[in-house]
C-alpha cells in the first residue's frame, strides 16, 4: 500500500461521507470501494433523496453525479451550500463540459473527477479534502485551548501548548508537502523564494529573527493553492480571466489560513502582500509603496526572479543577469528601489538548476497533468495538449520524431454506418497505436488524422493496421508521414499544420 493509500485510511475514518449516484452499479461499487476508508457512507441515488439526507444528517463530505433525475448534482449542491458554506463538496461526472466545470468553480468544489474513475486521482482528491478538515479541526482545537489557557492562566497547560503547536506545525508542512506533491515545480519554487528571501533580508541589515521569519513565510508563501483545483493550477494553456482570478485567490487563502494563529500571524502579513506591486498595480489590495511591509517587498522581488530564472509553462528560463536588469527595469515599478539595490548584488551569484521545470516529468505527472487534455472519443490526447507538447519539447528537446496518420474515406463510412460506428473505429485505431508504439504519445487531430511524437524514429507497416483493423472491408485507407525534428524543427501545432498543408498545396 502506497503512502497516499495509508495517509488516506489514517485520516478519514472519522469522517462520514454522502454519495449520490443515478448509476446504480457504479453507486455500489464505488460506495463499497469508500467504505474501505471512511466511518459511514450513505449513498442516494438522485438529488433530491440526497438533499433529503443531506438534511436530516451532517455529512463531512458529499461526492455527487452531475445529470440525475428529480434534481441535478449542481443544483444540489447550490443548496446544500446555501446551509453549510464550507461544506467539503466532490463532483464525479461523465461530462467535461466547460459550463459545469465552472459551475463547479464558482461552487468551490475541491475535486471533479471524470468517469471512467481513476481511482488513484480519486484517492488524491479524498485525501486533500480530508486533509483540509483535519487542519481545520486542529486550528478549532488549537485556538479553542489557547483561548482556554489564558482564561484559566494555569501555567501547566503551557506544556500542553507545545504539544499543540508541534502537531499544528507538522499538519501544516503536511499541507505543504500535499501542494508539493501536486505540481514539483512549486516545491521546488517555495524553497528557492525562501533562500532568496532570507538571503536578501540579511544583506540588508535585519535581524536574525527577521530572516528567520521571511525564510519560514517563503516557504509557505504558496500554500494556499492547495484550494486550487489541478485543472487549473496544472493547465499547460493561457488562462482565461475565471481561471487566472481563482490562481490569484491563493494569496488570500494562505493568509487566510495563518492569520488567526498566533504563532504564524507575523508571517501571515509577509505572505498577504506578496503580489502586491511597488506601484499599486498588483493584487489581491493594490496596495502601494510604505503600505506593502518592506519585508513583503522582499519576498516580491524573490518570487519574481525564481520564476524568471525558472523554465515555465510556454516561457524559457533567462539567465541571472538577464534576470537582475529586469530588475533594475522595474524598479519604482513593480519593485521597492531599495531592495532592488541588494537585490542585484545578493543575487549576483544565484545559481538556478537548469532541470527546474515546470513541465511534467514522471509518468503519473504527465497523466494528471494531461487529465482535462483527454479526445473522449479516442481516448488519445487531443491537439490542445499536443500544442503545449511541442512548445515544452523546444525545453526539453524529449522527442525527435513527429509521426503522422491520415485515415482516408473515414467521412463516408460516417455516413454509412453512422456516428456511433465511426466512434468505435477511432477508438480502435487509437488503442492499436498505443498497443503498438507504447514509447509514443498519440494525439488526436482534426477529427480522423493522428500523431505520434517519439524519441526514435517508428517502424509501421499500413499493411497491419488495415488487417488487425479489417479496413479493407471498411473502405478506409491509410496514409502516413514522418517529420525528423532535427531537421525540420516544430515548435507549435500552427506550425506543424503550415508545414502540412504547404506540402498538399
Same mark, same amino acid.
Given at each position: 500500500?502506497?503512502?497516499?493509500?495509508?495517509?488516506?485510511?489514517?485520516?478519514?475514518?472519522?469522517?462520514?461521507?454522502?454519495?449520490?449516484?443515478?448509476?446504480?452499479?457504479?453507486?455500489?461499487?464505488?460506495?463499497?470501494?469508500?467504505?474501505?476508508?471512511?466511518? %459511514?457512507?450513505?449513498?442516494?441515488?438522485?438529488?433530491?433523496?440526497?438533499?433529503?439526507?443531506?438534511?436530516?444528517?451532517? +455529512?463531512?463530505?458529499?461526492?455527487?453525479?452531475?445529470?440525475?433525475?428529480?434534481?441535478?448534482?449542481?443544483?444540489?449542491?447550490?443548496?446544500?451550500?446555501?446551509?453549510?458554506?464550507?461544506?467539503?463538496?466532490?463532483? /464525479?461526472?461523465?461530462?467535461?463540459?466547460?459550463?459545469?466545470?465552472?459551475?463547479?468553480?464558482?461552487?468551490?468544489?475541491?475535486?471533479?473527477?471524470?468517469?471512467?474513475?481513476?481511482?488513484?486521482?480519486?484517492?488524491?482528491?479524498?485525501?486533500?479534502?480530508?486533509?483540509?478538515?483535519?487542519?481545520?479541526?486542529?486550528?478549532?482545537?488549537?485556538?479553542?485551548?489557547?483561548?482556554?489557557?489564558?482564561?484559566?492562566?494555569?501555567?501547566?497547560?503551557?506544556?500542553?501548548?507545545?504539544?499543540?503547536?508541534?502537531?499544528?506545525? $507538522?499538519?501544516?508542512?503536511?499541507?505543504?508537502?500535499?501542494?508539493?506533491?501536486?505540481?514539483?515545480?512549486?516545491?521546488?519554487?517555495?524553497?528557492?523564494?525562501?533562500?532568496? @528571501?532570507?538571503?536578501?533580508?540579511?544583506?540588508?541589515?535585519?535581524?536574525?529573527?527577521? @530572516? !528567520?521569519?521571511?525564510?519560514?513565510?517563503?516557504?509557505?508563501?504558496?500554500?494556499?493553492?492547495?484550494?486550487?483545483?489541478?485543472?487549473?493550477?496544472?493547465?499547460?494553456?493561457?488562462?482565461?480571466?475565471?481561471?487566472?482570478?481563482?490562481? %490569484?485567490?491563493?494569496?488570500?487563502?494562505?493568509?487566510? !489560513?495563518?492569520?488567526?494563529?498566533?504563532?504564524?500571524?507575523?508571517?501571515?502579513?509577509?505572505?498577504?502582500?506578496?503580489?502586491?506591486?511597488? &506601484?499599486?498595480?498588483?493584487?489581491?489590495?493594490?496596495?502601494?509603496?510604505?503600505? *506593502?511591509?518592506?519585508?513583503?517587498?522582499?519576498?516580491?522581488?524573490?518570487?519574481?526572479?525564481?520564476?524568471?530564472?525558472?523554465?515555465?509553462? +510556454?516561457?524559457?528560463? /533567462? &539567465?541571472?543577469?538577464?534576470?537582475?536588469?529586469?530588475?533594475?527595469?522595474?524598479?519604482?515599478?513593480?519593485?521597492?528601489?531599495?531592495?532592488?539595490?541588494?537585490?542585484?548584488?545578493?543575487?549576483?551569484?544565484?545559481?538556478?538548476? &537548469?532541470?527546474?521545470?515546470?513541465?511534467?516529468?514522471?509518468? *503519473?505527472?504527465?497523466?494528471?497533468?494531461? +487529465?482535462?487534455?483527454?479526445?473522449?472519443?479516442?481516448?488519445?490526447?487531443?491537439?490542445?495538449?499536443?500544442?503545449?507538447?511541442?512548445?515544452?519539447?523546444?525545453?526539453?528537446?524529449?522527442?525527435?520524431?513527429?509521426?503522422?496518420?491520415?485515415?482516408?474515406?473515414?467521412?463516408?463510412?460516417?455516413?454509412?454506418?453512422?456516428?456511433?460506428?465511426?466512434?468505435?473505429?477511432?477508438?480502435?485505431?487509437?488503442?492499436?497505436?498505443?498497443?503498438?508504439?507504447?514509447?509514443?504519445?498519440?494525439?488526436?487531430?482534426?477529427?480522423?488524422?493522428?500523431?505520434?511524437?517519439?524519441?526514435?524514429? /517508428?517502424? @509501421?507497416?499500413?499493411?497491419?493496421?488495415?488487417?488487425?483493423?479489417?479496413?479493407?472491408?471498411?473502405? /478506409?485507407?491509410?496514409?502516413?508521414?514522418?517529420?525528423? !525534428?532535427?531537421?525540420?524543427?516544430?515548435?507549435?501545432?500552427?506550425?506543424?499544420?503550415? $508545414?502540412?498543408?504547404?506540402? $498538399?498545396?
Amino acid at each position: 500500500m502506497n503512502n497516499e493509500l495509508v495517509d488516506l485510511k489514517k485520516m478519514a475514518q472519522n469522517y462520514k461521507i454522502l454519495y449520490v449516484e443515478d448509476e446504480v452499479a457504479l453507486l455500489e461499487t464505488t460506495a463499497i470501494y469508500l467504505r474501505k476508508f471512511f466511518a %459511514q457512507v450513505d449513498t442516494a441515488e438522485d438529488g433530491a433523496m440526497g438533499l433529503s439526507l443531506y438534511e436530516k444528517n451532517s +455529512y463531512d463530505i458529499v461526492i455527487t453525479d452531475i445529470l440525475m433525475p428529480k434534481l441535478n448534482g449542481i443544483e444540489m449542491l447550490k443548496k446544500i451550500k446555501a446551509v453549510n458554506s464550507e461544506q467539503e463538496m466532490i463532483i /464525479i461526472s461523465a461530462y467535461s463540459d466547460s459550463s459545469y466545470f465552472s459551475e463547479a468553480i464558482m461552487l468551490n468544489v475541491s475535486g471533479y473527477i471524470l468517469k471512467p474513475i481513476d481511482f488513484s486521482q480519486m484517492n488524491a482528491t479524498l485525501l486533500k479534502s480530508v486533509s483540509k478538515l483535519s487542519f481545520k479541526k486542529e486550528n478549532a482545537l488549537y485556538k479553542s485551548n489557547l483561548e482556554a489557557m489564558i482564561e484559566q492562566g494555569i501555567q501547566e497547560k503551557l506544556l500542553l501548548e507545545r504539544e499543540k503547536y508541534n502537531n499544528f506545525e $507538522k499538519t501544516l508542512q503536511s499541507l505543504v508537502h500535499m501542494v508539493e506533491g501536486r505540481d514539483t515545480y512549486t516545491g521546488g519554487h517555495s524553497q528557492r523564494v525562501a533562500e532568496y @528571501c532570507r538571503d536578501i533580508a540579511k544583506d540588508m541589515g535585519f535581524s536574525d529573527e527577521e @530572516c !528567520l521569519l521571511i525564510y519560514r513565510a517563503g516557504r509557505l508563501h504558496d500554500i494556499g493553492k492547495i484550494t486550487t483545483p489541478d485543472a487549473v493550477l496544472l493547465k499547460p494553456g493561457k488562462l482565461n480571466d475565471l481561471e487566472y482570478k481563482l490562481i %490569484q485567490e491563493h494569496v488570500k487563502v494562505s493568509y487566510d !489560513l495563518l492569520k488567526d494563529i498566533p504563532m504564524y500571524h507575523d508571517m501571515a502579513e509577509v505572505i498577504r502582500h506578496h503580489h502586491e506591486s511597488f &506601484d499599486g498595480t498588483g493584487y489581491p489590495n493594490g496596495f502601494k509603496e510604505d503600505e *506593502i511591509p518592506m519585508l513583503s517587498h522582499i519576498m516580491i522581488v524573490a518570487d519574481a526572479f525564481d520564476a524568471m530564472t525558472t523554465s515555465r509553462i +510556454y516561457k524559457a528560463r /533567462i &539567465d541571472v543577469e538577464k534576470a537582475i536588469k529586469e530588475l533594475q527595469m522595474l524598479s519604482s515599478k513593480q519593485f521597492h528601489p531599495d531592495v532592488v539595490k541588494v537585490a542585484v548584488k545578493t543575487l549576483s551569484d544565484a545559481k538556478p538548476m &537548469d532541470s527546474i521545470t515546470q513541465v511534467p516529468m514522471t509518468e *503519473i505527472e504527465q497523466e494528471r497533468f494531461a +487529465y482535462f487534455y483527454k479526445d473522449l472519443v479516442s481516448l488519445a490526447f487531443n491537439q490542445e495538449y499536443l500544442d503545449f507538447m511541442l512548445v515544452s519539447n523546444t525545453f526539453t528537446k524529449e522527442y525527435s520524431y513527429i509521426h503522422l496518420f491520415f485515415l482516408h474515406n473515414f467521412t463516408q463510412y460516417n455516413e454509412k454506418y453512422g456516428w456511433n460506428q465511426g466512434n468505435k473505429l477511432l477508438k480502435s485505431f487509437a488503442k492499436y497505436l498505443k498497443d503498438n508504439f507504447i514509447e509514443a504519445k498519440i494525439f488526436r487531430l482534426h477529427g480522423d488524422d493522428f500523431v505520434l511524437i517519439s524519441q526514435k524514429e /517508428i517502424e @509501421c507497416k499500413i499493411e497491419s493496421i488495415m488487417e488487425a483493423l479489417d479496413l479493407y472491408k471498411k473502405k /478506409i485507407s491509410i496514409t502516413q508521414k514522418m517529420i525528423n !525534428l532535427h531537421e525540420t524543427p516544430i515548435d507549435t501545432l500552427r506550425m506543424l499544420e503550415k $508545414k502540412l498543408n504547404a506540402k $498538399k498545396s
